[in-house]
């Protein structure tokens, strides 16, 4: 079973306002992503990370996006200014080689 | 890119039944994994099966290589197994992780 761990589980936001989401990686995982899921059940890859390292992001995440893994803190992505096409579920997963990734339970924005 | 691909969209069977889920890529995989979601959203990772058969529970999943597909069987369908069944691949030059877009399963009772 994960151990991964994400907040809030549910975020409301009005279209320009900052969301802010959190991701506690499994112990001992050096390597976090994060998805956006949306409605049609598309998963988008957004960005990870090896230890406090940018692996690999998308355009998207690289604009009104951002995301920090510091050490000994929790991961956090990061929408400068929500737009309604942005309402998804969130996922964040770790793993320890990059392979077999483990998900948290997501955090599902909702921008009105 | 990558593309993941499932069959069927949609399975309903009734309790008891077995599933047959199929998952086809466009390249190269060097590691899949089947995960299921709950109609909640929450994600749990099944099996990790890059190649050849594994077993766990009532689920066995084949994948073949070099025909770029995979397989999750599913045994004695219970009603407790409806959700959404995903299969992602990535490849060993990338750490991004490509889902298909799901088989909706329903086990009716």
């Known amino acids: 079973n994960s151990k991964v761990i994400q907040t809030p589980r549910y975020l409301v936001k009005g279209q320009g306002q900052k969301a802010k989401m959190r991701c506690i990686p499994e112990?001992?995982?050096?390597?976090v992503f994060w998805y956006q899921q949306n409605k049609n059940n598309e998963f988008k890859f957004l960005i990870n990370f090896q230890n406090q390292e940018v692996l690999q992001q998308i355009d998207m995440t690289e604009k009104r996006f951002s995301a920090e893994c510091p050490s000994n803190s929790p991961c956090s992505l990061e929408i400068q200014s929500s737009e309604a096409g942005d309402s998804a579920l969130y996922l964040c997963?770790?793993?320890?080689?990059?392979?077999?990734?483990?998900f948290g339970p997501g955090t599902r924005l909702l921008v009105l | 890119g990558q593309q993941v691909q499932q069959s069927p969209a949609s399975l309903v069977l009734q309790e008891g039944e077995n599933a047959e889920l199929q998952c086809n890529f466009s390249s190269t995989a060097t590691q899949l994994q089947w995960f299921y979601q709950s109609p909640g959203g929450s994600l749990v990772s099944l099996l990790s099966?890059?190649?050849g058969t594994k077993h766990t529970g009532r689920l066995t999943s084949t994948t073949v290589t070099k025909e770029r597909r995979s397989s999750l069987h599913i045994s004695s369908s219970q009603t407790t197994d409806s959700g959404t069944y995903l299969c992602?691949?990535?490849?060993?030059?990338?750490?991004?992780?490509?889902f298909g877009t799901g088989t909706r399963l329903q086990v009716l009772p």
């Open positions: 099966n890059p190649s």
């Open positions: 997963a770790s793993s320890l080689r990059g392979d077999t990734q483990y």
């Open positions: 992602a691949i990535s490849a060993s030059n990338t750490n991004k992780v490509v």
């Open positions: 112990k001992g995982h050096p390597v």
